[in-house]
């Protein structure tokens, strides 16, 4: 069963930052968040079970979405063109194509086999045209060290596919160690140094293992969450310093980060917690974590690229098999504010 604490004055009267699986389902949604359910402006994910031969039709609006499968294989229609979708047989199986949706538009989707697909969304002010995203094309990279080791699938990251406020990617934290660490934040608008965006967690566990969410506040007032998160929960962060998210013991734990802000550009900018920052500088001294990578792209997987070092000598695996940009990420993809690029 999957539980909540908070803690402080008036951060109690707000359980709601998590969500434990089924609370917040609506109709054929595991699970919906949009803006108004979070008491924010941009964010939204919903999660969509279709039965074998089902479809659902989905009106885009104000916002711009992601088809993303969880487990199985769907069409996507939208603007007079069909996407096919692969997808996978879970999230701890491979890396999975994609698809962009417009705002403004409407699609449906629809799955011969059935299947679990992640929406994410953000509200945007462009309507960028409708793409496919293939699998063989998502960055995978590897951050952190030792226990701090985890995988990133930045199929949506800011310098890996092109959207308008939407920023999505995938994360895998192998059994026993600690991603979304050292804790950070980005909850005040500082240019150059930090951006504002609110975020989702979506989580699954590994045969249904159970994790760790921690979200402190930042200010007086601010996010406090400890949350025990079981496969289908969701942790929304207005506000707060996030991580760490802890996988058990022989369970991989995957979380999947929506976020958008109102910045007037599209930008990870994050403060680590200045109390856990420290540990970046332990990195260099310890090995990756051998279980990882716990897959690679299709392309990859093939033979056309293997790891290379990225920008904090971690190993990345671009789909192409090209060396990832020399770019610092922390463990959910976000670029951290560090006095050494890269640590």
Request: net charge negative; proline share 10%.
């Given at each position: ?18 969500l ?14 949009d ?35 969880l487990n ?5 229609e939208?603007?007079?063109t ?17 698809a962009y ?52 699938n ?11 406020r939407l ?16 804790p ?17 967690y979506y989580?699954e ?17 601010g ?7 079981r ?14 998210s802890?996988?058990?013991p022989?369970?991989?734990?995957y979380?999947?980060?929506v ?20 540990i ?5 001294q310890?090995?990756?974590d ?47 504010e ?6």
């Open positions: 069963m999957s539980t909540q604490h908070t803690h402080g004055g008036p951060t109690a009267a707000r359980p709601d930052r998590h434990p699986a089924g609370s917040a389902a609506d109709g054929p949604y595991a699970l919906r968040v803006p108004e359910r979070a008491g924010w402006t941009h964010s939204s994910l919903r999660v969509l079970e279709l039965e074998p031969g089902g479809t659902h039709t989905l009106d885009t609006g104000d916002s711009e979405w992601i088809v993303l499968p199985g294989g769907c069409a996507v939208v603007d007079g069909t996407f096919e979708l692969l997808g996978r047989e879970s999230v701890f199986g491979g890396v999975t194509d994609f949706l417009p705002r403004s538009a409407r699609a449906q989707i629809t799955s011969g086999a059935g299947g679990r697909f992640a929406l994410a969304g953000a509200k945007c002010g462009r309507r960028l045209p409708a793409r496919y995203g293939p699998a063989p094309e998502v960055p995978v990279e590897l951050r952190g060290s030792g226990t701090c080791s985890r995988q990133v930045n199929f949506a990251a800011a310098d890996s596919f092109d959207c308008d920023i999505a990617v995938e994360v895998l934290t192998p059994g026993g160690n600690w991603s979304s660490y050292p950070h934040k980005h909850d005040e608008h500082r240019p150059g140094s930090e951006s504002v965006l609110e975020e989702i989580f566990i590994e045969r249904d293992g159970l994790g760790y969410q921690r979200v402190s506040p930042s200010r007086d007032g996010t406090d969450v400890l949350a025990e998160v496969g289908g929960d969701a942790v929304l962060i207005p506000d707060g310093w996030h991580g760490p802890i996988a058990p022989g369970r991989t734990l979380y999947l980060n976020m958008a802000g109102p910045g007037a550009t599209r930008e990870w900018l994050i403060c680590d917690h200045p109390d856990h920052a420290w970046r500088g332990t990195w260099p310890e090995p990756v051998p279980r990882l990578p716990l897959y690679l792209p299709p392309a990859a997987a093939s033979g056309s690229g293997s790891p290379a070092a990225s920008g904090n000598g971690s190993p990345a695996v671009p789909g192409d098999g090209s060396p990832a940009p020399d770019t610092a990420r922390d463990g959910d993809g976000e670029r951290p560090t006095t050494e690029e890269g640590a």
